[in-house]
């Protein structure tokens, strides 16, 4: 077993809009080891967002609660004060951003936003080694040093998430999140930069949080996969697990792999998944999933749904009564 670096333990996240309560995150439990890359995989308004930005505590100014732990090496990022959580931003965990048109400074030529990072977290450093340390960064992600001095938007789409991912792997962070780090780029660039990233991970042996709703991305990236539905991990377990198709899945799971097209398997149609995402400000009563699910059963509709569990793999749905031990 691999060393914990960071450990979830029933985390839930409120959100308060006009006297309105929204459950973001709800009661979430994940570990994650040492140079382990999990994906974070659901679709939008799941809370997958909210799971990650809890971690740099970054949530909007309208959450009104946070409640369990986040244990970061084993200390309570929930508990940190705003001095102990900056020096973790950026040093040790740091986050790529799904937008870089907007995440990048345009009016800071690209070499000193880098820069900027680097001297932050390492005071007293010289401004020789500041400069080494970003040509370094640059070449790390394929752009020539070069065009460090030129400005955002002299770079294309694929080239900004390239520095934006620099900016993130500055300081050699333990964790990177990263946010549907490729959905603002063309399919052929996204292959380039999920190599990129997958080499620099090798290289750095950061852990990495891929928070995404493209299971192919997932497919050539991750060591491990959550599901993320509702607010809650619905499903959980290593990369040949939830793609083994001779092992039964939660029927979310199984809606996500039945919409996206697979040329190994004949298919006449695509089965998309029915229905909407819930509102989280109105949750369904007993299972979230269950005005969708095709299997709903009487008893979905109401109460706990048990999680059942085999090893580290675990599935919250009733399907699966009696299979493994329930929790
Ligand atoms: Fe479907 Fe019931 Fe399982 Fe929910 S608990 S996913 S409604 S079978």
């Known amino acids: 077993m691999g060393e914990t670096l960071l450990e979830l333990k029933d985390l839930s996240v409120r959100y308060t809009t006009d006297g309105v309560i929204s459950r973001a995150v709800n009661h979430v439990n994940l570990k994650l080891d040492k140079g382990e890359i999990l994906g974070l995989v659901g679709e939008t308004g799941a809370g997958k967002t ?123 962070p333990d964790l990177l999140l990263a946010d549907e780090p490729t959905t603002a780029l063309d399919v052929t660039i996204q292959a380039q930069v999920i190599k990129m990233m997958r080499n620099l991970q090798k290289e750095l042996k950061s852990s990495v949080i891929l928070i995404t709703h493209d299971l192919g991305i997932v497919a050539n990236f991750c060591d491990k996969v959550a599901i993320m539905y509702a607010g809650e991990i619905i499903e959980y377990g290593t990369l040949e697990e939830l793609f083994d198709k001779s092992k039964p899945h939660h029927p979310y799971t199984e809606g996500l792999f039945g919409s996206i097209p697979n040329i190994q398997e004949k298919t006449s149609r695509l089965k998309p998944i029915f229905g909407l995402t819930p509102n989280p400000a109105e949750l369904p009563e007993g299972c979230h999933f269950h005005p969708r699910c095709e299997k709903c059963m009487e008893v979905c509709k109401s109460g706990e749904v048990p999680t059942y569990r085999n090893g580290d793999y675990r599935c919250q749905c009733h399907l699966f009564a009696g299979k493994e031990a329930a929790v």
Do not use: W
């Open 50 to 172: 909210t799971t990650a930005l809890s971690l740099l505590k970054l949530l909007p100014k309208y959450t009104s609660e946070v409640d369990g732990e986040i244990l970061f090496e084993g200390k309570d990022i929930n508990k940190m004060d705003d001095k102990e959580i900056r020096n973790i931003r950026g040093s040790k965990i740091s986050m790529i951003f799904q937008d870089p048109m907007t995440s990048l400074n345009p009016v800071f030529r690209v070499g000193e936003q880098i820069a900027d990072v680097i001297k932050i977290h390492n005071e007293g450093i010289s401004l020789h080694e500041v400069e080494d340390r970003v040509d370094n960064i640059l070449t790390m992600v394929g752009i020539p040093p070069s065009r460090k001095r030129e400005y955002p938007h002299q770079f294309s789409g694929g080239m900004k998430q390239r520095i934006m991912i620099a900016i993130a792997i500055a300081c050699n």
